[in-house]
């Protein structure tokens, strides 16, 4: 394997939370709906502001990569949802984000990108770089819904990681 097909390899592995990450479907498999809106101690956002902030998160670093007239969002109110969520509102936020993260991981394995080259409407940014932003904050967003599912008595540990509790 070359350099270049080991390093879309490596990229494609950590947006699917493979390696040393939980993946963002076993975090959210079987979320009781009564506990989408559950906060825990020494939080200010629920679970279902966590799930809808990445799913915008990754949105917003996938448009920027791909539009040219992209327009830049206000923080923070821009990237959390201004309202509870639901059944709905979860899955379709679920459904969203996998999808998203299909077309980041498809845009990772199209040979006919150059991930190191600047992207042409932000010459000061890569793809790479932009790839690497949205491992970094899903994982880390990731990672905090699991430790609130755990807070919560709703973590099940067959789910892909082992329950250190």
């Known amino acids: 394997m ?24 076993a975090t959210v498999k079987d979320f009781p709906e009564d506990k989408y809106n559950s906060t825990i101690p020494g939080t200010n956002y629920s679970c279902w502001d966590l799930l809808e902030h990445i799913r915008i998160a990754q949105w917003d670093i996938l448009d920027f990569i791909i539009n040219p007239d992209y327009q830049h969002k206000k923080w923070p109110e821009d990237y959390w949802p201004k309202e509870d969520g639901d059944h709905e509102k979860w899955l379709d936020s679920v459904n969203n984000f996998i999808k998203n993260r299909n077309s980041l991981e498809t845009m990772v394995m199209d040979k006919t990108k150059d991930l190191l080259s600047p992207i042409a409407h932000a010459p000061d940014y890569t793809i790479y770089r932009e790839i690497l932003l949205v491992i970094d904050h899903n994982s880390y967003h990731t990672g905090q819904l699991l430790v609130m599912r755990k807070a919560l008595g709703i973590w099940v540990a067959d789910y892909g990681i082992d329950d250190y509790s």
């Open 2 to 25: 070359n350099q270049d097909d080991l390093l879309r390899e490596n990229l494609l592995a950590s947006l699917q939370g493979r390696n040393a990450h939980l993946s963002f479907e």
